[in-house]
Structures are given as C-alpha cells and as structure tokens.
C-alpha cells in the first residue's frame, strides 16, 4: 500500500510518473500487438491532418514540411522495423517519442485540434475498408463458384434431406444454390458495412469536434472516404457498425460451416456422395486407409472462432458510452476476425470447385428409398377424393410393408395400397392394376418442381444464371472500391510529397 493524496487536484493532469510494469505487460502489450495492422492506417491519417492544417494557415509552412516528410518515411518503413516499443505507452505514443526524437517540438502540431483516437479511429477503418471490399470480392466469387457447380448438376439426381434423413427427390444441384443465396445476402450486408466504415471520424474532437476544423470534408476527401460521420461524439465512441461487420463475417462463415458439415457425412465411405480433392484433404500417419477431408475441419473451426469473436467483442462493448474499452480489443479483433473469414471464404471457394460429385451412387441412394412417398400421397389424395390426412396414413403403411418386405418406393403398386388401405381404414381405394411408373419416378417428381425456387433443371438454371449475375456485380463492386481506396491514398501520398519537398529544400539551402 501506499500513501495517496485523494485531495481533488492530485486526480487532475497527466500521471507524474511511468507506468507500471504491470501495466506495460498488459494493456500497452496489447495493444503495441495491434500496431502492424494500424500502422499504414496511422500514417495516412497523420499525413491528411498535417495537410488539412497547413490548409488552413494552422502549422507553419516548414514545420508542417518537415512532418510530412518525417511521416512519408514512417509510411515506407515496415511496421516491424518501426520503433513500437510498449514501455512508452500505446503505439501513439511510441510514434509521438519517434517523431520528437527527429524533429523536436515540431512533431507536437500533430496534436493540434486531434486527440489520439481520433488518428487510431481512422487507421482503423482504413484497414478495415479493404478488408471488408476483399471479402466481398471472395464472397462474390463463391456464390459464383456454386451457382457454377449447381448449373453443372441439375440434373444430378439425388434424395434431399431433412435431419439426415431422406426428405424428397431433388437434385445436387439445387442444393447447392440453397446455399449460393445466403452467400450473397451477406454480401450485401458487407456492402451496408463497408458503407458504414468508409466514413470519416476526422475532425470530430474528443466529443464535440474543434474550432481548428470548422470544416471536415477536406480529411474525408484526402482519405477517400465518401463522407463524414455527422454527429462528432457519435464519430469517436459508437461501435455498432463494427458489430455489423462482425456479425456479416459470422454469417458469411457460418453458411459455410453448414455446407461443410454436410459435404464432410458425404465424403464418408458409409454415403460416398462427394470426395474433396487431394489438395484439400490429409491423411493419416497411422492408418493407411484414411482420408480425411482436412479442409471442411477448418472451415467449422473458423465459424465457431467468428461466432466467439462476436460474442467477445459485444460483451466487452457493452460498458458505459465513451469508454476506451468499446474499441481498445477493436482494434486487433475485427481486423483478425475479417482475415480468417477472408481465407476461410477462399478455403470454400476451393473446395468446391474442386469437389467430385459420385452422381451413381446419388443416384442409387434416391432409387432404394423412399423419397417419393409425399407425391403419392398427393396422387392418392387427389385420385381416390381422400382427405390429404387420410391418404398420408395409407401410403406410410403402405412404405413400412414395403420396406420390411426389402422392397423399394418405386416398387409400390395399386394393389399393395389398397392393402394398406383396408388395413387402415377398412376398405381399399381402388388403385390395384393402377400404372404408378411415373408417379413413383424420382426424376419426373423433381421435373414438376416447375414453380418459383423448385428442384427442375431448366429452373435450377436459370437460378443459378441468376446468382452469377449478381456475383459478378458484386465482384466489381468490390474491385472498384478497392481501385478508389487506392487511388485516394496514392494521390494523398503525391501530395504529402509536394509538401515534404520544402524540407529538403530547406536542407539544401
């Protein structure tokens, strides 16, 4: 313990001395292990501050020089080769030390009207903006890459399922699309995301922005931001666009978990639906026999680990408004929770492209089941003038003798039914010397399936030409923005350089 003076004034102003140790092993670790991700974001956001200062008459011309000079060689410095160090604080104040140990009190107009966060703020959704335009791209091209494959097998027979079990005639194809569609919804909500992020926190203040800056739009245009975040304590502190970023990311994974789920039971010898390629795949260093789809494993680890992101980061921002703790964790997790989305995308882009569809054995597993069951009880219900209850509970008679009896759905007769009708109801339906060929058929069960969303091929294609098509809007969507982002830090970096040069000038004369 030790002695403390709690007269007011000791708890105003900056602490007299260093932090403690405990403190630099903790949170200034932490948060210097977020600075490679922030560090070209920084610079940039430094350079628009010197500009929009010197802009308006606020940072002398040679100081203001000098900075940008200073900040341009920060930004072709490696982010491991830049002096972070956390014994000095958070990565701010390691760059703040660094640039007044080369230029003196001339690094302190980066202060002017800006606290730190302001610039952290701003790294931030520079980062994130081509993270999130990226995996839109990646996005993109796997509804693209399914909608391919499910074009390719629309006519790949197979028997749906429910809870694993056979549910109706279908093919692979428009089960594939089922999941092409939830791809590409959440790439629209990356796209309202990335609208989110890519505005500008600049020239907000603390809370209530600064006399310096009576105008924002030069920052947000310098950074090739579309716009500025209108109210400024709304700028520095709220967190929920992040969470939809998160939740969007999760989402996107999470279709994909669902997918390789299934694909992993079918890559199994007990269905042998599917193999995933060798690329894809890991054998075992014990057993011989095995293969095992190492991939799919991946991509459910992924899922659960962005889900548990989430989680995390809405706990931890659930505190009092203006606390640091809502974006302190922000700044490492989002980033990280968006790069194992990206290459969790790529991952499932992958392996479907390379999936090997075994259509015989898809084939062979409608044929020997049941699957058709629910379009005889139609059939029946609607021939023999029968409540649809009623004709449900003969045909699932009629599919329990069947089955005990090893016998098919496609080997159901008339006569077989009336059985179970009498057996039912007391009386048969009259559907023995009945022709039930094409009634019992898989494939023109699923080539009725004519109607919006169903299972018939010309259907399923024209579905699938429908997911491309956006796809492939949504693939240049993203590569524009990533060109625009670009561009606006390229030309800002041109015009930092036209600034610096009155230092070297300086220098020379």
Same mark, same amino acid.
């Given at each position: *313990?030790? #002695?403390?003076?709690? /007269?007011?004034?000791?708890?105003?102003?900056?602490?007299?001395?260093?932090?403690?140790?405990?403190?630099?092993? /903790?949170?200034?670790?932490?948060?210097?292990?977020?600075?490679?991700?922030?560090?070209?974001?920084?610079?940039?956001?430094?350079?628009?501050?010197?500009?929009?200062?010197?802009?308006?008459?606020?940072?002398?011309?040679?100081?203001?020089?000098?900075?940008?000079?200073?900040?341009?060689?920060?930004?072709?410095?490696?982010?491991?080769?830049? $002096?972070? #160090? @956390?014994?000095?604080?958070?990565?701010?104040?390691?760059?703040?030390?660094?640039? &007044?140990?080369?230029?003196?009190?001339?690094?302190?107009?980066?202060?002017?009207?800006?606290? %730190?966060?302001?610039?952290?703020?701003?790294?931030?959704?520079?980062?994130?903006?081509?993270?999130?335009?990226?995996?839109?791209?990646?996005?993109?091209?796997?509804?693209?890459?399914?909608?391919?494959?499910?074009?390719?097998?629309?006519?790949?027979?197979?028997?749906?399922?429910?809870?694993?079990?056979?549910?109706?005639?279908?093919?692979?194809?428009?089960?594939?699309?089922?999941?092409?569609?939830?791809?590409?919804?959440?790439?629209?909500?990356?796209?309202?995301?990335?609208?989110?992020?890519?505005?500008?926190?600049?020239?907000?203040?603390?809370?209530?922005? +600064?006399?310096?800056?009576?105008?924002?739009? $030069?920052?947000?245009?310098?950074?090739?931001?579309?716009?500025?975040?209108?109210?400024?304590?709304?700028?520095?502190?709220?967190?929920?666009?992040?969470?939809?970023?998160?939740?969007?990311?999760?989402?996107?994974?999470?279709?994909?978990?669902?997918?390789?789920?299934?694909?992993?039971?079918?890559? +199994?010898?007990?269905?042998?639906?599917?193999?995933?390629?060798?690329?894809?795949?890991?054998?075992?260093?014990?057993?011989?026999?095995?293969?095992? $789809?190492?991939?799919? /494993?991946?991509?459910?680890?992924?899922?659960?680990?962005?889900?548990? %992101?989430?989680?995390?980061?809405?706990?931890?921002?659930?505190?009092?408004?203006?606390? +640091?703790?809502?974006?302190?964790?922000?700044?490492?997790?989002?980033? %990280?929770?968006?790069?194992?989305?990206?290459?969790? &995308?790529?991952?499932?882009?992958?392996?479907?492209?390379?999936?090997?569809?075994?259509?015989?054995?898809?084939?062979?597993?409608?044929? /020997?089941?049941?699957?058709?069951?629910?379009?005889?009880?139609?059939?029946?219900?609607?021939?023999?003038?029968?409540?649809?209850?009623?004709?449900?509970?003969?045909?699932?008679?009629?599919?329990?003798?069947?089955?005990?009896?090893?016998?098919?759905?496609?080997?159901?007769?008339?006569? *077989?039914?009336?059985?179970?009708?009498?057996?039912?109801?007391?009386?048969?339906?009259?559907?023995?010397?009945?022709?039930? &060929?094409?009634?019992?058929?898989?494939?023109?069960?699923?080539?009725? !399936?004519?109607?919006?969303?169903?299972?018939?091929? @010309?259907?399923?294609?024209? *579905?699938?030409?429908?997911?491309? !098509?956006?796809?492939?809007?949504?693939?240049?969507?993203?590569?524009?923005?990533?060109?625009?982002?670009? %561009?606006?830090?390229?030309?800002?970096?041109?015009?930092?350089?036209?600034?610096?040069?009155?230092?070297?000038?300086?220098?020379?004369?």
């Amino acid at each position: *313990m030790t #002695d403390l003076d709690l /007269s007011p004034g000791h708890r105003l102003g900056a602490p007299l001395n260093g932090p403690a140790q405990e403190l630099i092993d /903790s949170g200034f670790h932490l948060e210097n292990a977020d600075a490679p991700l922030l560090h070209a974001g920084l610079n940039l956001a430094d350079l628009a501050h010197v500009l929009d200062l010197r802009g308006r008459g606020v940072i002398p011309a040679q100081p203001a020089a000098r900075l940008a000079a200073l900040l341009l060689e920060a930004h072709g410095t490696a982010p491991e080769d830049f $002096p972070y #160090d @956390p014994s000095f604080g958070e990565p701010y104040n390691s760059r703040e030390r660094h640039f &007044t140990q080369q230029i003196g009190d001339d690094a302190g107009w980066l202060h002017a009207g800006r606290p %730190r966060r302001e610039a952290v703020r701003i790294s931030l959704r520079l980062h994130l903006r081509r993270q999130i335009a990226a995996l839109i791209g990646d996005a993109a091209a796997l509804a693209d890459t399914l909608a391919v494959t499910a074009a390719a097998h629309s006519r790949t027979w197979m028997p749906d399922q429910t809870y694993l079990q056979h549910a109706q005639p279908s093919t692979f194809g428009h089960y594939l699309l089922s999941f092409a569609y939830p791809v590409l919804r959440d790439a629209r909500r990356l796209v309202e995301a990335l609208d989110w992020t890519n505005t500008s926190p600049g020239g907000a203040g603390c809370v209530n922005g +600064s006399r310096l800056l009576d105008d924002r739009g $030069p920052v947000a245009r310098m950074l090739g931001f579309d716009g500025v975040i209108e109210h400024t304590r709304d700028a520095m502190w709220q967190i929920d666009g992040l969470v939809d970023v998160l939740a969007a990311a999760a989402s996107l994974v999470g279709t994909q978990s669902k997918l390789a789920e299934d694909l992993e039971i079918w890559a +199994s010898s007990e269905f042998d639906y599917v193999t995933v390629a060798d690329g894809f795949s890991r054998s075992s260093v014990l057993m011989p026999q095995k293969r095992n $789809p190492y991939a799919l /494993s991946i991509v459910r680890g992924a899922s659960g680990t962005l889900i548990g %992101r989430l989680t995390g980061f809405l706990a931890v921002s659930k505190s009092p408004s203006a606390r +640091s703790d809502n974006l302190i964790y922000a700044y490492g997790e989002v980033p %990280r929770a968006l790069d194992l989305a990206l290459r969790t &995308t790529r991952l499932s882009d992958g392996v479907v492209r390379t999936l090997s569809i075994n259509s015989s054995r898809m084939w062979t597993a409608l044929e /020997s089941g049941f699957s058709q069951a629910t379009d005889l009880a139609e059939y029946v219900m609607q021939t023999c003038d029968l409540d649809y209850r009623t004709a449900y509970q003969v045909v699932g008679v009629a599919v329990r003798r069947a089955s005990t009896g090893g016998l098919r759905g496609i080997d159901i007769d008339g006569a *077989m039914l009336d059985a179970a009708a009498q057996e039912h109801a007391g009386r048969p339906i009259g559907l023995t010397g009945r022709d039930l &060929t094409e009634v019992l058929d898989p494939r023109h069960i699923v080539e009725t !399936r004519t109607a919006a969303g169903g299972a018939a091929p @010309p259907v399923v294609e024209q *579905m699938a030409a429908s997911c491309r !098509r956006e796809a492939q809007e949504l693939a240049a969507l993203a590569a524009g923005r990533l060109e625009g982002f670009a %561009r606006s830090e390229q030309e800002l970096l041109v015009t930092a350089g036209r600034l610096a040069d009155g230092a070297a000038n300086e220098e020379d004369s």
